[in-house]
């Protein structure tokens, strides 16, 4: 996968596990109260979003000083017009692996509906379907009028699969709602506030109002069920969480993170060899290839803080971080302003 933007459809194998609640009580309140906002908060993508407003893939979709590789000497380089250009697809690119995402968060949501033991939470669990389904649909539709659906990148389908295959529903939601949609809820907040596109600020409104009711529910769901999960249940949770940190981290800071940029670089007119012999000379000349805005604080107040929390980080598993070089980041203020508001401030 990956390279290959003629690919209209592929498969996987996952094991599913269908449970079903005869008791039809709702149990726990935190959980029934996310699905009450979910149901007061249900929107439609094609009559609350004003589509007619244009999108000027001049403007500015995404901010360019938020994006670490375009500070190389390389790119300012470039013509005003070269940049613009750029700037567009870069941004479809991105959005392109957003909407990956959704469509896998889609998914999950779906498998999570059969999977989970409790009936407040396939309520849940379907209310969040729905929400992804209009997500694939808002961002499908706004990157059709930007430029083009770009193809998911390797590391993005690796992990997408290792969710979607992963036996246990714990394990999805730590992979989707905690890491994914942590990543994604940090990204939106940090995207509507610096876009210069009118059309993305209004349909981001609506997706991060959602997203943070995902990562609430997800949370709050994972921490309580693990703290009565048998031990050896448990340990394959935390197993699959430190195989997804590690993975999740390559990705996101790595030169993983990379992969696919040789797309953009083909459709503007810059040979990919070119951009990587400029990228080598410049870091060797001291140019710092930052984290991307958004993803460091994703990972120190919402991924790590609720991992630690669900009692994921066992001492067991704890050798395995330390080795990786995973800072700890437990500071949970920001993941229960979350939970206990079911939106962000
Ligand atoms: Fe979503
Ligand atoms: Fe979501």
């Known amino acids: 996968m990956g390279e290959t933007s003629a690919v209209k459809q592929s498969s996987m194998t996952s094991p599913l596990e269908v449970l079903w609640d005869w008791g039809y ?11 009450e906002k ?19 893939p001049g403007g500015k979709i995404l901010d360019e000083s938020r994006m670490a590789f375009l500070q190389l000497d390389f790119f300012k380089k470039l013509s005003a017009s070269q940049r613009e250009d750029l700037n567009a697809h870069y941004s479809a690119y991105i959005l392109s692996q957003i909407l990956h995402g959704e469509q896998g968060a889609l ?7 059969s999977e989970v033991p409790d009936y407040e939470a396939k309520l849940y669990s379907a209310s969040q379907a729905m929400d992804e389904a209009r997500h694939v649909e808002v961002f499908g539709k ?7 659906i770009y ?11 290792e969710i979607l295959e992963a036996e246990k529903w714990q394990a999805k939601t730590v992979g989707m709602q905690v890491m994914i949609e942590g990543l994604a809820l940090a990204s939106f907040i940090n995207v509507r506030a610096s876009t210069g596109c009118s059309l993305l600020r209004q349909l981001l409104e609506y997706v991060t109002k959602d997203e943070a009711r995902h990562v609430a529910f997800g949370n709050l769901y994972l921490t309580e069920s693990i703290s009565q ?3 050896d249940d448990r340990a394959e949770i935390e197993d699959f969480t430190l195989m997804m940190t590690r993975k999740f981290l390559a990705w996101r800071r790595g030169p993983d993170g990379m992969k696919g940029f040789e797309w953009v670089l083909e459709d503007v007119g810059i040979d990919p060899a070119d951009f990587v012999a400029a990228l ?12 991307t805005p958004g993803s460091v604080h994703s990972f120190r107040g919402l991924i790590m803080p609720g991992i630690i929390r669900a009692g994921l980080v066992s001492d067991r598993v704890r050798p395995g971080y330390e080795e990786a070089k995973i800072k700890l980041f437990s ?11 079911g939106q962000v401030a």
């Open 151 to 161: 193809p998911v990148t390797e590391p993005l389908y690796e992990i997408l699969q």
């Open 107 to 113: 998914m999950v949501a779906g498998q999570l509906v």
């Open 142 to 148: 706004y990157i059709r009028k930007l430029d083009k």
């Open 38 to 56: 979910a149901k007061r908060d249900q929107w439609n993508a094609s009559v609350d979003i004003d589509w007619s407003v244009g999108v000027d």
């Open 229 to 231: 999960m048998h031990p």
């Open 25 to 35: 009580e709702i149990e726990q309140d935190k959980l029934d109260k996310l699905y």
């Open 280 to 291: 080598h000379v410049e870091l060797s000349n001291g140019f710092k290839m930052d984290a």
């Open 331 to 341: 500071d949970v203020t920001l993941l229960e302003e979350l939970e206990a508001s």
